[in-house]
């Protein structure tokens, strides 16, 4: 399964992945590999993402949307959420 994840002029991450956690707006949900087909608008929360060496990353994000499309998973992002 491939992510793509996008903000406004800077690509954030791209490249294999074993599964993604994401903060849709009716909760969090997993999107693993064969997931169905699925277009959702994304909270304020953390991306959770692990690649395909087991390696976990985390990416605070500001709303955006996911689309999941034969193993293809896009995520558009407004921002990541800056540390204080």
């Known amino acids: 399964m491939n992510l793509t994840m996008l ?4 690509e954030i991450f791209n490249g ?3 599964s993604v956690k994401v903060p849709g707006i009716n909760g969090q949900f997993e999107i693993l590999k064969d997931h169905a087909a699925i277009v959702s608008a994304l909270a304020n929360g953390s991306v959770r993402v692990i690649d395909d060496k087991g390696t ?3 990416f605070d994000i500001t709303q955006g949307f996911v689309e999941v499309l034969n193993n293809e998973v896009s995520i558009l992002v407004h921002s990541l959420a800056t540390a204080e």
Do not use: E, F, L
């Open 56 to 58: 976990s990353m985390t």
């Open 16 to 18: 294999p992945i074993t």
């Open 7 to 10: 903000s406004p002029g800077k």
